[in-house]
């Protein structure tokens, strides 16, 4: 669903650090730690997964999955177009 590297580069991309992540995300600053120390996908509870990746969307960032349409290989983040052009 979301790696440990997802969450910090869009975490990177949005410019907030992990307390912010959990304030939007509605977690603990705790919980969000230690998602992001996990090595490659992040393991917990589904809930916990999917407060984060709508934390992310909501906030405009896509996560890229393996094997989804892209002009490179592998995972990652991109900002959404907002408006018919790109934020940043």
């Known amino acids: ?22 304030e939007l995300s509605g977690l603990s600053l705790p919980t969000i730690q230690r998602m992001e ?3 490659g996908q992040v393991r917990g509870m589904i809930d916990t997964l999917v407060k984060v ?4 969307e909501t906030a405009g960032v896509e996560l890229i999955g393996e094997n989804a349409p892209s ?7 991109r900002l959404r177009e ?4 790109a934020d940043k």
Do not use: H, K, P, Y
């Not at 990746?53 to 992310?56: E, G, I, L, N």
């Open 37 to 39: 120390a996990s090595g």
């Open 82 to 85: 907002v408006g018919g052009s």
């Open 1 to 22: 669903m979301i790696t440990s590297q997802q969450m910090r580069a869009a975490r990177a991309l949005l410019e907030i650090d992990q307390r912010q992540l959990a």
């Open 53 to 56: 990746v709508a934390a992310f």
């Open 71 to 77: 002009a490179g290989s592998g995972r990652g983040v």
